[in-house]
């Protein structure tokens, strides 16, 4: 049995943020984005390898993680495969919770960890699963053996029983995507001294900044040839100008550099939203 003592605050503590809530849409299940922080949120949603939770009331309903993004993963939930228990059940119980006027928060752990161990960087959320999942014994994760069980655990074995993924087409973002189409905010430059081309520093520059997010929310780096997004965060203190630089995950914009420019080239740059720019190949 869990401990009535680990509740929502504990996971709010740790760092979990509340990103939204489920509601209803039509036969099926959607998440919906909440408050002023409604953008920041939708750009946790593309973090690999994150935690997230569900919770009723005080109550630590289900933990689970995904080595993608949640919201590929969330896709399952909305309309889950007919072998998929883990979509299944989740599905089941947020559709009768909703159904009965009981909201169903949405929890999400995506940090940018700067952990390391020689060259390797800590995945947090992998290494807490396990244990958040031993000690809140959500009832909704399901038990095997006595014991509370993993995500990754069942889908696994739905995928070595043939369990088939569900289309793309089942996500229900209520939040649009942001999209290159959109009109810039800003444009920029960077120069790629050796530093940056090396490790991967992003410093939009002081007018761009201005149309960028505060000192620690999430920011998202796209890249023009459609290259996997960075997920990093805004730091506002390490430049005297307050102007921003992206801290985080700075390799995978180091070895995208090193890709399509020599050292000393100048990329182009655009600000789409408070939390998200784009990076131009040339």
């Known amino acids: ?24 849409a039509g036969e099926d299940i959607a998440y919906q984005l909440d408050g002023v922080g409604a953008d920041a949120n939708g750009v946790m949603l593309d973090v690999p390898n994150a935690l997230y939770a569900f919770v009723r009331g005080d109550d630590v309903q289900y933990i689970g993680k995904t080595a993608r993004s ?39 752990f995506t940090p940018i960890s700067h952990l390391r161990y020689t060259d390797f960087e800590i995945n947090l959320a992998a290494g807490l ?26 889908r696994e074995e739905a995928e070595e029983t043939g369990g088939e993924p569900p289309s793309a087409s089942a996500e ?33 520059g002081v007018e761009a900044s201005q149309f960028l997010g505060k000192d620690g929310g999430p920011i998202r780096v796209l890249f023009s040839d459609e290259s996997v997004p960075v997920i990093s965060k805004i730091n506002r203190t390490a430049n005297q100008t307050g102007a ?4 985080g995950r ?33």
């Open 1 to 24: 049995m869990a401990n009535p003592e680990l509740n929502v605050d504990v996971l709010l503590n740790l760092g979990f943020v509340d990103i939204g809530r489920w509601v209803s």
């Open 70 to 108: 949640i919201r590929r993963r969330y896709v399952g939930y909305c309309r889950p495969g007919k072998r998929q228990r883990t979509n299944l059940r989740c599905h089941r119980n947020i559709q009768a919770a909703i159904g009965g006027g009981t909201e169903i928060r949405i929890l999400a």
């Open 129 to 154: 699963e396990d244990s958040l999942i031993k000690a809140f014994d959500p009832p909704w994760n399901g038990r095997e053996k006595g014991q509370p069980i993993t995500e990754e655990a069942e």
């Open 172 to 204: 229900f973002d209520i939040q649009s995507d942001s999209g290159t189409s959109d009109p810039a905010l800003a444009s920029f430059t960077i120069l790629l001294g050796p530093t940056y081309y090396k490790k991967g520093f992003l410093n939009p």
């Open 244 to 247: 921003v630089r992206v801290v």
């Open 250 to 282: 700075n390799q995978q914009i180091a070895t995208w550099f090193q890709k399509h420019f020599k050292e000393g080239d100048v990329v182009r740059g655009r600000v789409i939203d408070a939390h998200t720019i784009l990076l131009f190949a040339s």
